[in-house]
Structure formats: structure tokens, C-alpha cells
């Protein structure tokens, strides 16, 4: 009896292990990387990252910040045409485990409480995207950003503490991510915060990949194996 209960629990921690592997091998595969660059103003567009270019100058001249990349058409609009723009601040170098200075050092901003929004056209609706989305400025005091899903979007909110003297020291140390899907082909996303605090300096989009039905069957094969195991014991103590 004792043999058999061993084996049991060899098998069921087996297929635990099999059905852990099997998630861990469920990956998101990125589709999508923007920085807004403040060119003008010596912006440097971080590497590995398609690049929206803009000025100080209010986004009425730039109407608004856009740019097409592949399939996908990105576009940050500030509440109000007066309100926002492209600007580098500069501040930040990379060190340790920092190699996204540049992206961290423009952005695009909205002087106002927001909303600041920000849509990604292309996409496929009604399928689960992992949106990262990094937020900091060296030049205020702090910032404390809300991202939020709008119109046909759904997930989050996400949300984003930083500290303008405190430097980032990783690359996700002033990031949030937040899994996003829409009914329609572009996904919607309003940032708002304090007045004069709304930075957006860029965001990587991947697509998250569901598990093959073998693994979700592994994993079932799994719990209804330790269910047995579960009842078996019981019915040996009772």
C-alpha cells in the first residue's frame, strides 16, 4: 500500500512539473516599441524602439503626435491643443541594470490634469495585449500617473509613481504594465494625473500568447491526478 501511495505521489508531482513547464513556455511576443523623442531639443531615440519625433511647441503643430509603424498607427493626444507636446530633459544615463536612458529621458507630456490619449490602430480585437508603459521626468518634483482603458478597450488601470530626483536604476523601474483587449481594431488608453505632471515617454506592446491545448490538458491531467491522490489518502485515514 505504502508502494503504491509513492508512486502516486511521484506521478502527481510529475505532472505538476510537466504542467508548470508547460506555462512557463507560454511567452508574449512583443509586436511594438515607441519612444516619443524630443529630437530638437538633442533627443536620442532609445535602441531597439521605433521613434515619434516632436518640439516643445504645442502638439496643434504637430496635430497630433502620430506616427506609422508597419500595421500599427500610434497617436498621443494631449487634452487640449495648447496643453502638450515632444521634449527632451535629459538627466538620466545608463549604469547597472539601466540601458533605457534615452527612452526615459523625453516624452511626450500634457500640462493639464489630462486626459493625455494614447491609441494603437492595427491591432486585432478581442485579443489580449501586455501594454508596458513608461512615465517619468527628471524635471518635476514627482508625478503619480493613472492609465486607463477607454472607449471599445478594456483592462487595467495601471498606474505610475515617480520621483524626478530619484533617478530610474532598471529599465521597468518607472513602468506599469496592464493587459489590454478591444472589441474594435484599436486600443485606447487615457493617462491623467496631476496638472503639469502627465509624461508619457513611450510604451512596448506584445501580444500574449494563449497556451497550446496540450498544456491546458496537462495541466487539467494534473489537478484530477492530486484530486485522486487527495481522496485516496482521506479514504486510507478515515
Given amino acids: 500500500m505504502k508502494t ?3 508512486k502516486l505521489n511521484l506521478t502527481s508531482a510529475l505532472i505538476l512539473l510537466l504542467s508548470i513547464t508547460a506555462l512557463s513556455g507560454v511567452a508574449s ?23 515619434i519625433v516632436g518640439t516643445l511647441s504645442s502638439v496643434s503643430s504637430e496635430s497630433p503626435a502620430t506616427g506609422t509603424f508597419g500595421a500599427y498607427t500610434v497617436t498621443a493626444t494631449p487634452s487640449s491643443a495648447d496643453q502638450g507636446g515632444i521634449y527632451n530633459r535629459g538627466g538620466v544615463t545608463n549604469g547597472g541594470g539601466l540601458t533605457y536612458a534615452n527612452l526615459y529621458n523625453s516624452f511626450v507630456f500634457d500640462n493639464s490634469t489630462g486626459p493625455l490619449t494614447l491609441t494603437i490602430a492595427g491591432v486585432t ?3 489580449t495585449y501586455a501594454l508596458t508603459l513608461f512615465a517619468y521626468d527628471s524635471g518635476i518634483a514627482a508625478g503619480a500617473e493613472t492609465f486607463t482603458a477607454a ?38 488608453i487615457e493617462e491623467t494625473g496631476a496638472a503639469n505632471t502627465i509624461r508619457l515617454n513611450g510604451f512596448e506592446l506584445s501580444a500574449v500568447a ?11 491531467l494534473g489537478a484530477l491526478v492530486l484530486l485522486i491522490n487527495r481522496r485516496r489518502m482521506a479514504s486510507l485515514l478515515s
Fill in 210 to 220: 494563449a497556451p497550446e491545448p496540450s498544456s491546458v490538458a496537462l495541466i487539467g
Fill in 29 to 51: 511576443a512583443q509586436i511594438l516599441s515607441v519612444d516619443f523623442t524630443g529630437a530638437a531639443y538633442g533627443g536620442v531615440t532609445q535602441a531597439g524602439f521605433d521613434s
Fill in 4 to 6: 503504491n501511495n509513492r
Fill in 151 to 188: 472607449g471599445a478597450t478594456s483592462g487595467g488601470p495601471g498606474t505610475v509613481d515617480f520621483v524626478g530626483a530619484s533617478t530610474p536604476t532598471t529599465n521597468l523601474q518607472y513602468s506599469t504594465t496592464i493587459d489590454v483587449s478591444s472589441t474594435s481594431t484599436t486600443l485606447t
Fill in 125 to 127: 480585437a478581442n485579443t
